[in-house]
C-alpha cells in the first residue's frame, strides 16, 4: 500500500474524473543534454536527425553500452533519490552510434519502469500514444514498441497534443462540445509502430541488465558525494 501511495499522483482534472500517472525526472531533457553536450558538433539545424539516424544503424544487438538517464535525481521508481545519471561499460571500441543508441535505449528503459508501476494499480491499453517531439523520431518509437512490449501510435497533431487537449477541456465544459469525439478528428494516428516478438525478447534481457546498472550507479554516487 506504502508503495502504490509512493508511485502515484492522482489528477484532478475535471469534476469526478481522475488521472493516475508516472513518470521521471529527466526524459526528454536527458536527450538534450547529451545531445548539447557530446554531439555539439552536429549543424543545429540537423542535429536531431542525424542523432536519431545515428541510433537507428547502430547494431542494438552489438550495443552493450547502457545510459542511466537519472541527470535530476532518482524519481519513486529509482533505487534512491539521491542517484545520478551516466554511461556505463565504455572502452575505446565505442562508437557515437552507440552513445546514441544507449541514450534512447536508456530513457525508454527508464520509462518502462514507470510503466509497469502504472500497470500494478490499473488496466493498461495495448495502444499507446505517443506526442511531443520526441515522437518525431521514428527509431525512437520503435525502441519504445519493443522495450513496452506495446503498440506505439503517433498523432498527427503530436507537437500540439497539450494545447489541443487543454482546448478540448475548456469546450467540454463550456459545453461547446458534447464529449471527446472530437479528438479523434483533430488528433488522428498517423503511423503505428508494433513490438516484434525477438526484439522484445532481446529488451526483457536488457531490462534485467539496466537495472543492475542503474542499481550500481546509486552505489557509486553514495562513494562521490
Not at 130 to 146: P, Q, T
Not at 151 to 170: D, F, H, Y
Amino acid at each position: 500500500v506504502d508503495f502504490k501511495k509512493k508511485i502515484y499522483t492522482w489528477a484532478h482534472c475535471v469534476p469526478n474524473t481522475y488521472l493516475p500517472s508516472s513518470g521521471i525526472f529527466s526524459a526528454c531533457s536527458s536527450l538534450e543534454w547529451v545531445i548539447n553536450n557530446l554531439f555539439k558538433e552536429l549543424p543545429k539545424g540537423e542535429r536531431y536527425n542525424i542523432f536519431n539516424k545515428m541510433a537507428e544503424e547502430c547494431d542494438y544487438k552489438a550495443n552493450e553500452v547502457y545510459f542511466c538517464p537519472v541527470m535530476s535525481g532518482g524519481s519513486y521508481v529509482d533505487v534512491s533519490p539521491d542517484m545520478k545519471g551516466g554511461f556505463m561499460n565504455i572502452d575505446l571500441a565505442t562508437t557515437k552510434d552507440q552513445i546514441a543508441r544507449a541514450t534512447l535505449e536508456g530513457i525508454a528503459l527508464e520509462l518502462n519502469l514507470s510503466l509497469k508501476a502504472l500497470s500494478s494499480i490499473t488496466t493498461l491499453a495495448n495502444q499507446i500514444l505517443f506526442v511531443g517531439g520526441g515522437a518525431e523520431s521514428s527509431v525512437w518509437l520503435d525502441i519504445f514498441a519493443n522495450v513496452f512490449n506495446k503498440e506505439i501510435t503517433k498523432g498527427k497533431n503530436s507537437r500540439n497534443a497539450a494545447t489541443i487537449g487543454a482546448a478540448a477541456l475548456a469546450f467540454v465544459g463550456l459545453n461547446i462540445w458534447k464529449d471527446y469525439s472530437m479528438l479523434k478528428k483533430v488528433s488522428g494516428n498517423v503511423n503505428t509502430h508494433l513490438p516484434n516478438n525477438e526484439t522484445v525478447e532481446f529488451y526483457k534481457e536488457k531490462m534485467k541488465k539496466f537495472i543492475k546498472v542503474c542499481e550500481a550507479h546509486a552505489q557509486i554516487y553514495k562513494y562521490c558525494k
